[in-house]
């Protein structure tokens, strides 16, 4: 089964301060690499995506690096506010392009 | 906005039972998804269907089935439900016009099999 790794599965940070969170991924269709954002008893919300010709794509303080020939991305946010705290998913597309793999998720807590 | 409910927010079935999870999408979307969330493992792809009446199965269909007679509605099926089969369910859908990644999540239905 493909997978996506991503890393770490919890993360704290203080307000103000940078969260940066890892995905690896295995052969897969080339199209967007998205982020999602899941806050308690929501589901997932689209945060940020990537098209993989771009190493990088910044919206606000949400940006996602991309390094194609490591199979990685990370995201990163600046100036981590409490409002933040969620948990993250990255995805990638599986290798027929059909649907989405999503990574474990790293909850993320910010601190006041 | 694009809205996808599902039917239950929580849901207590007994082991056995025959269980029918709902899920309907108000924006003309072609595909829609089934996952499971469970803590730990993340978001796992049980079915998926590109239109009416098709479907194909994602990493874990195990003890599932599908049904989509219409374009808005996407049905899971537990077939007979087993405690390892309690978790929270995740329907999604998406249009070409957003690729493959522009997902839109329901809330979920937390079921629990006792």
């Known amino acids: 089964q493909q997978q996506v790794k991503q890393s770490p599965q919890s993360l704290i940070v203080q307000k103000g301060g940078i969260s940066i969170i890892n995905c690896a991924y295995e052969n897969t269709a080339f199209d967007y690499f998205p982020w999602y954002q899941q806050f308690p008893g929501k589901g997932p919300a689209l945060l940020i995506a990537i098209r993989p010709d771009v190493s990088e794509k910044k919206e606000g303080r949400f940006t996602i690096s991309f390094n194609k020939s490591a199979k990685q991305f990370s995201l990163h946010i600046m100036d981590s506010q409490p409002g933040d705290s969620a948990t993250y998913f990255c995805?990638?597309?599986?290798?027929?392009?059909?649907?989405?793999?999503f990574g474990k998720g790293t909850t993320l807590s910010v601190s006041s | 906005d694009v809205k996808v409910t599902q039917s239950s927010r929580y849901l207590v079935k007994r082991t056995g039972e025959k269980v029918f999870l709902e899920c309907v999408q108000d924006m003309d979307h072609e595909n829609m998804f089934w996952y499971r969330q469970d803590p730990g493992l993340g978001l796992r792809l049980i079915y998926f269907?590109?239109?009416?009446?098709?479907?194909e199965k994602g990493d874990i269909p195990e003890g599932y089935s599908v049904s989509r007679e219409k374009k808005e509605r996407f049905s899971l099926i537990l077939e007979s439900a087993s405690t390892n089969q309690t978790s929270m369910y995740l329907c999604?859908?998406?249009?070409?016009?957003?690729?493959?990644?522009?997902?839109?999540f329901g809330s979920g239905t937390r079921l629990t099999v006792v």
């Open positions: 999604a859908s998406s249009s070409p016009g957003t690729g493959l990644y522009g997902y839109t």
């Open positions: 995805a990638a597309p599986n290798q027929a392009g059909t649907a989405l793999i």
């Open positions: 269907s590109y239109d009416v009446k098709m479907k």
